[in-house]
């Protein structure tokens, strides 16, 4: 294992190869091996652009050539911030086949996220588009080169440039090179979606990573007939691997890669590309249920829309199928490992109500008090895992790994859950993310859920302020869909539906978005920051 990485308990990892979790597979390995059987069949088409297995294969021993030639060796770290086109798959590739690790950064990300990244993982080379979507990555490429000693190397993969290397410039004639790349070995690195702080990078390894793609696949029921519409930015873990793009390959299906998760965009692309299957994040879900009572599109392709990275409220799951006639698949997961689903066959109410169940009979999971003594089943705790595809330990992270990883292996993941009487997973919120009113004590996504309800309310955001007589108050912070509703009203609204009072948020405010962490989801912290300043 590389150094600053934790690896698995040999007698442990030696089960999970005896069970064929580990089958000895690397990226590079796989690739060659659906070049081989798929050929020409179309692996990815991005815009008016399509690659076959056989092409990509060819494309990324091309560019493992050239980063050998640049000086790229095994386990040297790059950062790769490229959005939704063919590039990332054969950047990623040629990184996995060399045995270099790519550092998956956000195209949202700016200088004071890759500044860091680059620093703290001692990076030798920096993957970035010239431009995207109104951002010039120049300034914060040349600012980080001239800052951190490590990169030698900038790459700029859209455009011209002759102050940086051009990844055009880097597919060369192919040669033999010899790079002993293991399936034990870290593949690549993700980015943790903390509360707090700044990314920790997270080691994936062949092994791990592609046992989650086989679970997920067998789960999702992907086979090469597959098409999958990634509408979400494809370094992130939901949709690179659960199954996502990488499980799609996997199966030798075909990946339709979209700009943009806008409704203009993507409903086109459903249709012509005959997709069927996509995901996205509850937000996301909540524009294309309001689109799509004013468009007319060819769905028919569509049989699965998974919906993950937050929790999807109970009515807006129940929407989902009548308006596009597919299944809603319920995906819970995080880039640390575990991954769990509602499957394809559960009843209505599991789909609607739960996140369902880990995908490996091989995933372990606990659902622990503030003691880490085990609660009752049905009752709200913190889940903690292990497993075959769940890290040990972050990058060079000893202290805050002692935090996250009890003594026996198992993950902290910091969220509230429940267990059903059926052994699915009800997410209550995050151990953070609980509001204590005067000593009575709630989930913010609870009273969330119910709001979600309301006509007038499109998506909403419930924080804590504080307050000098009950300590805590709560704000709901509210998108609305047509009248604003007020307080007033909403306190009605959920008096109604047989609330506590103590649960009605004390305090609205309409806003028009909500601000995003660099993974994407609502950032309580930046709203709280908002009423602070108000105060």
Known sequence: MLAGCTAW???????????????????????????QIYGDRIAITSENQHVSYRELDAKVDQLVTGFVNLGIRKNDRVIVQLPNDIEFFQVCFALFRLGALPVLALPTHRYNEISYFSQFAGAVAYVVPQT??????????????????????????????????????????????????????????????G????????????????????????????????????????????????????????????????????????????????VTITAMVPPIALIWLEAIKTRTFDFSSLKVLQVGGAKLSEESAKRIQPAFGCVLQQVYGMAEGLVNYTRLNDSEDVIFQTQGRPMSPFDEIRIVDHNDQEVEQGEIGELLTRGPYTIRGYYLA?????????????????????LSSEGNIIVSGRAKDQINRGGEKFAAEEVENHLLAHADILDVAIVSMPDAFLGERSCAFIIKRGQAPTLAKIKSFLQERGLAIYKIPDRVEIVDTFPLTPLGKVSKKALRQRFFKQT
């Open 9 to 35: 308990p040999l007698e442990i990892a030696n089960a999970y190869r005896q069970a064929d979790c580990w089958r000895d597979e690397t990226f590079g390995s796989m690739l060659r091996n659906r070049a």
């Open 195 to 274: 509360s707090t702080g700044l990314s920790k990078l997270i080691p994936r390894t062949h092994d791990d990573y592609i046992y989650s793609l086989r679970m997920s696949n067998e789960v999702c029921q992907i086979t090469e007939e597959s098409v999958y519409l990634a509408v979400l930015p494809v370094a992130h873990n939901f949709p690179l691997s659960s199954p996502g793009v990488l499980g799609i390959l996997y199966a030798g299906g075909r990946v339709v890669l979209s700009t943009s998760p806008s409704p203009d965009v993507a409903f086109p692309l459903i249709e012509r590309e005959r």
């Open 132 to 193: 995207y979507l109104g951002c010039d990555y120049m300034p914060i490429a040349r600012r980080v080169r001239e800052e951190v000693s490590s990169l030698q190397h900038v790459i700029v993969a859209n455009g011209y440039t002759t102050e940086f290397t051009s990844l055009s410039e880097l597919y060369v004639q192919a040669q033999m090179n010899q790079c002993e790349v293991k399936a034990g070995d870290v593949a690549f690195f993700q980015l943790s979606g």
């Open 398 to 418: 000893e202290e805050h790994n002692a935090k996250s990883f009890t003594t026996d292996g198992f993950y902290r993941t910091g969220d509230l859950v429940r």
